[in-house]
């Protein structure tokens, strides 16, 4: 897709019949081959169903082409914020917006939630996807560190 071609894309809340597409974003865009379909069929079917997960996908002529995954969290020092849990488009897709319409929506999901933070962690080594967090307001405040088991 051109970037100068006037595409009609929407937002909604996840359905079941995404899940194949998400799970497709979740092994390409983000970077888990190893990860199996099924298994990630069973992860989203529990998002879905815990309130606290709201999964928005971005779609053009019907078909998902990015999704971005939240969770409210209550912290102890300040109360509740919007975690981004996960966030991807479709590569050939990227540079047309649809990144920006996602976190407009999640800025919209939080307001409506009365919610004033909005978090994300990003891996080290994605250092176009910090530019692009910065470039839409976020602030780099920390460092994530992880202990596998």
Known sequence: MKS???????????????YP??????MNELGYPEQNCEDIYKRLGFIEKDNRYHTLVACIDNQVV???????IVTYEKG???NI???????????QGIGKALLASTKTYACENKIKQIRVSSALHREETHLFYVANGFE??????IMEM
């Open 66 to 72: 990015g999704f971005i995954g939240l969770c409210k």
């Open 80 to 82: 509740e914020y919007i």
């Open 140 to 145: 780099r405040t920390s460092y994530a560190f």
């Open 21 to 26: 597409k998400i799970a497709g974003l979740i």
């Open 85 to 95: 849990l996960a966030f991807a488009v479709a590569d050939k897709y990227q540079g």
């Open 4 to 18: 100068g071609d006037d595409i009609k894309m929407t937002i909604r809340a996840i359905q079941k019949s995404d």
